[in-house]
């Protein structure tokens, strides 16, 4: 093989590396979410808002791209990361040693944990340690069903597809409580005089952006925006926003 040859082959080799790469990213960010999460992700009139879309949007103008979004049910959010059918998943995602296993996460971007919601008037219930042989509400795909399944084996779970049902369960009385995220579950209880959350929190937990983990670069992409907006004050701003005001 001749030197110009060689040449011409690796030039040939790095413009569809550098073609790949672009094919696998390009300028728009696919981004899945369970918009049922208020005040992280929900539907007003048909259009997509809250904290994490918020925050997904900003980092994609920071990062130079646009935002494609796909709503699904939040149980098909890691197996459709896994599956590539889009690029990342934003949607009150726990960060845990078992997701890392098949996806990527961004550096942790909101302080969370799992907490017990129940009836204003519920006297059986007053911490974790009431829990067992109750009926408690969790949304399907979610850490909750997990966490009571290896630490409360007792508890009778009622397994709904839409985090609304759950807290409805709650409201309506079919339940003795129900566990999720303690953010949402604030929110939900501000706007219901009729339950309450309880203080003695569950777990302490951080929510991440979960990426494929073909796409490292893309993790790398986003953190590096996560701090920018952050440092430039935006970040702050939303939180402000879906979080403290008003309280």
């Known amino acids: 093989m001749t030197f110009l040859r060689k040449i011409a082959l690796g ?19 696919k981004v899945a979410t369970d918009a049922t999460f208020m005040p992280f992700e929900f539907q007003v009139d048909g259009k997509l808002t809250g904290f994490d879309i918020e925050l997904v949007e900003a980092a ?9 979004w796909t709503t699904i049910d939040f149980k098909g959010l890691i197996p459709g990361l896994v599956a ?6 934003v949607s009150a995602i726990y960060i845990t040693d078992e997701r890392k296993k098949v996806v990527d996460f961004s550096d942790p971007y909101y302080p969370g944990g799992l907490v017990i919601m129940v009836k204003k008037d519920n006297t059986s219930i007053k911490g974790p340690e009431d829990l067992p042989g109750k ?3 969790v949304q399907v795909g979610t850490k909750s069903v997990s966490y009571l399944q290896e630490n409360f084996p007792k508890v009778e779970r009622t397994e709904v597809e839409k985090n609304q049902e759950m807290f409805m369960l709650v409201e309506l009385g079919r339940v003795d409580a129900a566990v999720t ?3 949402a579950a604030k ?3 501000k706007s219901r005089p009729t ?30 925006a996560l701090a920018k907006l952050k440092a430039d004050g935006t970040y702050d701003k939303l939180v402000q926003k879906w979080f403290e005001a008003g309280n």
């Open 60 to 68: 994609a103008k920071v990062m130079n791209k646009k935002v494609e």
């Open 84 to 89: 590539k059918r889009f690029d990342m998943a």
């Open 135 to 137: 009926k408690v509400s």
């Open 187 to 189: 929110l939900f209880a």
């Open 181 to 183: 995220g303690k953010p």
């Open 11 to 29: 030039l040939v080799g790095a413009l569809a590396c550098i073609g790949a790469a672009q094919a696998q990213t390009g300028d728009t960010l």
């Open 195 to 224: 339950v309450k959350v309880l203080d003695k929190q569950l777990t302490v937990e951080e929510y991440g952006m979960a990426v494929r983990k073909d796409l490292p670069e893309l993790t790398k992409e986003l953190n590096a």
